[in-house]
């Protein structure tokens, strides 16, 4: 069997590259090209010095960890222990990651597999084989690739759950408890007292409010007509907005006692504020059920317990 020692370890210089560069991303520093050229250089040694004899010393895994060391302080530097130590995991994190993606996925489309004895066994052909080859050659980017994005994706999920809070609102002897995101594009104000208004999801909270009320809400161009009362209606107010694409719309909104806001390890009481009340589901998962006014968590316009 032919090895082709050159490509192997050009191959292995690009791999280390990228999963350098993962890591820089993951760790959100900006690392400087030719450190990244570097440290890949550096890590593609490795493949050589296992062809070479004399060189068995460098399968020991005390030295392999020794030898990583060297590649993270090349590549991202030594500035503080707790930081490099920090990027030393991480990288090795990125290397499982993309290495078990890579079996997983040629394991998934192993198709030479025998049963012997009861047992599975597969097949493979070795640095030689040229299916191989192609199979690292696309699937290594692919998989660099979608470790990226999904983890990407995590991170933003995670921003998006540090954005919710749980709130109770208050009107009368009636409390409505939501999950709320906190939107700092909501800039809808009532013109008239200049309270902030948040929106609540009636898909969900309908049921805390009775039909008479509920009929006003919906049929703001009956606002001012005479029908059935509800002890609420004074509570009423009309609220204008403009949406992109459309023109002046009117919302209706609800005055509540007061807004509790709990968020981690804090309460803010919010006492002047308006709750618009939304006939249209606002989370499509149903992960939250109101979005906050920025102005509630300030302290602008509201009283902080």
Same mark, same amino acid.
């Given at each position: 069997?032919?090895? &082709?020692?050159? *490509? =192997?370890?050009?191959?292995?210089?690009? @791999?280390?590259?990228?999963?350098?560069?993962?890591?820089?991303? +993951? /760790?959100?520093?900006?690392v400087k090209?030719?450190?990244?050229?570097?440290?890949?250089?550096?890590?593609?040694?490795?493949?050589?010095?296992?062809?070479?004899?004399?060189?068995?010393?460098?399968?020991?895994?005390?030295?392999?960890?020794? &030898?990583?060391? *060297? =590649?993270?302080?090349?590549?991202?530097? @030594?500035?503080?222990?707790?930081?490099?130590?920090?990027?030393? +995991? /991480?990288?090795?994190?990125?290397?499982?990651?993309?290495?078990?993606?890579?079996?997983?996925?040629?394991y998934f489309?192993?198709?030479?597999?025998?049963?012997?004895?009861?047992?599975?066994?597969?097949?493979?052909?070795?640095?030689?084989?040229?299916?191989?080859? =192609?199979?690292?050659?696309?699937?290594?980017?692919?998989?660099?690739?979608?470790?990226?994005?999904?983890?990407?994706?995590?991170?933003?999920?995670?921003?998006?759950?540090?954005?919710?809070?749980?709130?109770?609102?208050?009107?009368?002897?009636?409390?409505?408890s939501a999950?709320?995101?906190?939107?700092?594009?909501?800039?809808?104000?009532?013109?008239?007292?200049?309270?902030?208004?948040?929106?609540?999801?009636?898909?969900?909270?309908?049921?805390?409010?009775?039909?008479?009320?509920?009929?006003?809400?919906?049929?703001?161009?009956?606002?001012?007509?005479?029908?059935?009362?509800?002890?609420?209606?004074?509570?009423?107010?009309?609220?204008?907005?403009?949406?992109?694409?459309?023109?002046?719309?009117?919302?209706?909104?609800?005055?509540?006692?007061?807004?509790?806001?709990?968020?981690?390890?804090?309460?803010?009481?919010?006492?002047?504020?308006?709750?618009?009340?939304?006939?249209?589901?606002?989370?499509?998962?149903?992960?939250?059920?109101?979005?906050?006014?920025?102005?509630?968590?300030?302290?602008?316009?509201?009283?902080?317990?």
């Amino acid at each position: 069997m032919a090895v &082709y020692l050159d *490509v =192997i370890w050009l191959l292995n210089v690009c @791999f280390d590259y990228m999963i350098l560069a993962l890591t820089g991303l +993951l /760790l959100k520093r900006h690392v400087k090209k030719r450190r990244l050229a570097a440290g890949a250089l550096i890590a593609s040694f490795y493949v050589l010095f296992l062809f070479i004899p004399g060189m068995a010393f460098m399968a020991n895994p005390f030295i392999k960890l020794i &030898y990583s060391f *060297v =590649i993270v302080s090349v590549t991202f530097g @030594f500035t503080r222990f707790r930081s490099f130590i920090q990027s030393w +995991l /991480l990288f090795y994190f990125v290397t499982f990651m993309i290495g078990g993606g890579m079996m997983g996925a040629h394991y998934f489309m192993q198709q030479e597999v025998t049963i012997y004895n009861g047992a599975v066994a597969t097949k493979g052909a070795g640095f030689g084989d040229p299916i191989s080859w =192609i199979f690292i050659l696309i699937g290594f980017p692919t998989i660099w690739l979608f470790s990226k994005r999904r983890v990407e994706m995590l991170e933003t999920t995670r921003i998006h759950y540090d954005q919710l809070a749980d709130i109770v609102i208050h009107i009368d002897e009636i409390s409505i408890s939501a999950s709320a995101l906190i939107d700092s594009g909501n800039q809808l104000q009532d013109p008239l007292s200049g309270s902030p208004v948040m929106i609540l999801d009636m898909t969900i909270h309908a049921s805390h409010f009775s039909t008479a009320f509920l009929e006003k809400a919906r049929n703001i161009t009956e606002f001012q007509s005479e029908g059935e009362g509800d002890r609420w209606e004074h509570r009423l107010r009309i609220v204008p907005y403009r949406a992109v694409g459309q023109d002046n719309q009117f919302l209706c909104a609800v005055k509540p006692d007061e807004v509790i806001i709990t968020m981690k390890d804090h309460a803010i009481t919010v006492k002047k504020v308006l709750v618009g009340l939304s006939f249209q589901s606002i989370s499509g998962e149903k992960e939250y059920s109101c979005i906050l006014h920025p102005k509630m968590l300030t302290g602008h316009k509201a009283s902080a317990s």
